[in-house]
């Protein structure tokens, strides 16, 4: 039996491998993301942030949300808010939607830009390609999207692990130089809670991988594997981008400039088509994320979805952020998730740590 399909790897490591996967392009795909939320403190600050703040969030996000999920069967975002929130999961959807449109625009601008920067070739080519790639991955539904994904993970980390270890072998001075001299400024607690806050939307989208946990327990424990899985690969690249502090505060694609700087070409070629492979990713966990509620929400009425829904809303959504993604890379990470940071605090964070956190305990009563 394959590791992939064995039923300990599906129960706690594949929720972490798709929550990494619909995170990295929203989360550090780019590189600019890292510079936006941690690079500003300082190498130490940074990887304070990242190390201690945004990877314990994460971590017990996950754990009480797939918990949760589990003990009520509610794998979907909407009958899941509807059980934690009440009414108030219509605020959550708003803000969930919004959220799915700005990371799908990131995931377009960054598509194009990898191409554009790769080949020379227009923008347009590289986001009209992710944007059919997802659509055929959500078409063949949640277990292809599972195995894909994780299969993709494992070439992810492989190719993350090498890029550190040329970046080490060529810039390791630079990396030991500015992680012992430059001091943290700021405070990088708050530049760890707003980057786990705006991506804890990505929960949501994965919930439907709790099904394989038979217990609570192991819900729980698949989900503070999650948040290191989930994490693991920016502590990677952000470990590599201190090596060109400061200049690599001001790239729009940092990971781009660190490739470019290392003057190995197969590796950028390597390294850029990963990336690639990943914004696929991310775009039809998302785009599933939606289509799942609309399925599920026939369901509930006792019928069936028809087949039209879910081209249809994969079509609508990818052409949509397309034309948001003009808005710009680095407009839309500063603004968008900065603001997204705090809404989702408020309408997620607070919630399932206070109610979900009660209705778990009262559950486990009975």
Known sequence: MSIISS??????????????????????????????????YGPVGGMLGMC????????????VSFAFAWIFKKYDYKSFMKELMGPGWVVFEIAYIIFILIVLAVVSASAGSIVHELFGINKWIGIIGMSLAVFLLVMNGSDMI??????????????????????????????????????VTGNWA??????????????IAVLYTIKHSESPREAATAGLIAGAIGILPGIILFIAMCGFYPTIIDQELPVDY????????????????????TLIETGSGLIYSITDRIEEAFRMKGGEAPKWTTPVTAIVLLIGTTFISSYGLINLI????????????????????????YKISKAGKK
Do not use: D, H
């Open 190 to 203: 708050v530049g760890g809670f707003k980057y786990a806050f705006y991506n804890l939307a990505i929960i």
């Open 146 to 183: 599972e195995k894909v994904l994780s299969l993709w993970s494992f070439v992810l980390y492989g190719v993350y692990f090498l890029f550190l270890i040329l970046v080490f072998v060529n810039f390791g001075g630079s990396i030991g130089e500015n992680f012992s001299s430059v001091p």
């Open 334 to 357: 500063a603004k968008g998730y900065g603001t997204l940071a705090w809404v989702f605090f408020f309408v997620y964070v607070i919630p399932i740590l206070t109610l979900g956190v």
């Open 52 to 63: 201690i703040v945004s990877l314990l969030t994460w971590s017990i996000i996950c754990a």
């Open 258 to 277: 660190i490739l470019t700087q290392m003057n190995m070409p197969w590796l950028r070629y390597i390294f850029q088509i990963v990336l690639f492979g």
């Open 7 to 40: 039923k300990k790897f599906q129960k706690y490591f594949v929720p972490g491998i798709v929550f990494q996967s619909c995170v990295i392009a929203g989360g550090y795909g780019t590189g600019r993301e890292l510079v936006e939320y941690f690079m500003g």
